[in-house]
């Protein structure tokens, strides 16, 4: 079993910055792929970015420049640096890990942490 703790949401008003943080324990493979979704009310869980073990990054159109993710292997840590934070941005935010490839398999998620942006 794998366990996520996700720390960091809060409320920040436009333009501000917040660091998401999320720690992944239990058992851990090496090369799984980490990331960050989010879901506003009444929307569907959309994808926001994804880190692989070699460091690769992916981005959603909407964040890319915007947000950093980042991950630490022997932490088992992965970050997300948000910075120019709209409105839109509002969703909680979830952790993910699974392994590419085998994702039926092996696919976790984190309970989620709120992040508001308002004035």
């Known amino acids: 079993q794998v366990q996520l703790v996700e720390s960091g949401g809060g409320l920040v008003t436009p333009g501000g910055s917040l660091k998401l943080s999320c720690k992944a324990s239990?058992?851990?493979?090496?090369?799984?792929?980490m990331g960050w979704y989010r879901q506003a009310p009444g929307n569907k869980r959309e994808f926001i970015a994804t880190?692989?073990?070699?460091?690769?990054?992916r981005y959603a159109d909407s964040v890319e420049d915007r947000f950093t993710i980042s991950r630490h292997n022997a932490r088992n840590t992965v970050d997300l640096q948000m910075d120019s934070l709209k409105p839109e941005d509002t969703a909680v935010y979830y952790c993910?890990?699974?392994?590419?490839?085998?994702?039926?398999?092996?696919?976790?998620w984190g309970q989620g942490t709120q992040v508001t942006v308002s004035p």
């Open positions: 993910n890990i699974f392994l590419s490839g085998r994702r039926s398999e092996y696919d976790y």
């Open positions: 880190i692989t073990s070699g460091g690769t990054a």
């Open positions: 239990g058992r851990v493979f090496s090369n799984v792929v």
